[in-house]
C-alpha cells in the first residue's frame, strides 16, 4: 500500500537543491578523468587503434590505449636489454672456457 504524502515546497527546494549539488560534485571530481583522456587522445590520435585494442569509444579507452602502448613498449626495451645481456654472457663464457683448455 502506497501512501502519498504531501510534499511541501521547502522539501522540493532542498531536493533541487541536493541534487544540483551532486551534479556538480560529480562534475567536478571528474575533471581530472576527462584532462587525461584529452591527453591521452592527443598522443595516440587513433580512433580506429582504440576500438580495435580496448574495444571502447570514450576516454578510458584512450587511457587504456596508451597503457598497452607504454606496456609494449616496456616489454621491449627489457626484452632487448635481457637479450644483449644473455649475449654478453654467452661471449664472455665461451671466453673462459678457450682460457681454460676445455
Not at 504531501?6 to 531536493?15: D, I, L
Not at 560534485?25 to 587503434?49: F, H, K, N, Y
Request: glycine fraction near 6%.
Amino acid at each position: 500500500m502506497k501512501i502519498n504524502m504531501p510534499v511541501t515546497q521547502q522539501e522540493e527546494t532542498f531536493s533541487d537543491s541536493a541534487n544540483i549539488l551532486s551534479t556538480l560534485l560529480i562534475v567536478w571530481t571528474m575533471q581530472p578523468w576527462r584532462e587525461l583522456a584529452a591527453e591521452a587522445q592527443v598522443a595516440i590520435g587513433d580512433p580506429v587503434a582504440r576500438y580495435i585494442c580496448t574495444g571502447r569509444h570514450d576516454g578510458i579507452g584512450w587511457v587504456q590505449l596508451v597503457m598497452k602502448m607504454l606496456r609494449s613498449q616496456r616489454d621491449g626495451l627489457v626484452g632487448r636489454h635481457v637479450l644483449r645481456v644473455a649475449t654478453d654472457f654467452n661471449a664472455l663464457a665461451a671466453q673462459f672456457w678457450q682460457r681454460s683448455g676445455a
